[in-house]
Each structure stands twice: as C-alpha cells, then as structure tokens.
C-alpha cells in the first residue's frame, strides 16, 4: 500500500504559478510511476503529467506542455508539480497517483493509489 497526500492548491489569477506537492508513505519502493491528475465536476479525471520514479523520465500532456514542470525526490519521498502561466482552463481538483505498472502513462486507469486531491482555481 502506498499512502499519498497532497497540499499546494489554492486561487491564482489567471498567469500566476503555484507549485503542488505529494508526500507518500508506505510501500513506495512498488510505485514504478507517479503522476498528477486533474478533474473538473462532471467530467472525466485526466492526467496532467508523470513521471518514472526510478528513471526520472517525464510525460505531460500536450495541454501543460512549456507550463508545468513535474518533479521527484526520491529521498524524501515527494512529487512536486510547478504549474506556470496557468490559465482558467487548469481549474480543478488535482490529485496524486501512484502505480506499479510500466510504462508510465497519463491513463488514470493505470494508477491504484491515490490522494485525496487539492483544489486548484485559476481565475
């Protein structure tokens, strides 16, 4: 078991930054791969961007491309997601996820741990 909690979220107007962290504990030696995801209500989750923990390779999605920065400690064991030049369509609940599984891709699907999510609102 993987247990991840999230904090960093908050309002911004609309080019600001903010910068989210994940602590995880547990289990994370398992967790090959661990993302970010955001979710608007009503709508599907969708994955933001991910990185290999053991590789430090990333993926994002092309919509935070040139924006959003993730990023790994593995000695103490948090992710942190740097979110520049935000926009009102980055609004969400943004969550932490981890998974065992290989590739690391941004399908939430794949993921079997997560957070409880915290809100970002770009205005």
């Known amino acids: 078991q993987v247990q991840l909690v999230e904090s960093g979220g908050g309002s911004v107007q609309a080019g600001g930054s903010l910068r989210l962290t994940c602590s995880a504990s547990g289990d994370t030696f398992s967790a090959s791969c661990m993302g970010w995801f955001r979710q608007v209500s009503g709508t599907e989750r969708e994955g933001v961007a991910v990185?290999?923990?053991?590789?430090?390779?990333?993926y994002a999605a092309d919509s935070v491309k040139g924006r959003f920065t993730i990023s790994r400690n593995s000695a103490q064991k948090t992710m942190t997601l740097q979110m520049n030049s935000l926009t009102p369509e980055d609004t969400g609940k943004y969550y932490c996820?981890?998974?065992?599984?290989?590739?690391?891709?941004?399908?939430?699907?794949?993921?079997?741990?997560w957070g409880q999510g915290t809100q970002v609102t770009v205005s």
């Open positions: 990185i290999h923990n053991r590789s430090g390779s990333t």
């Open positions: 996820a981890a998974s065992g599984a290989v590739p690391c891709g941004l399908d939430p699907r794949q993921y079997h741990f």
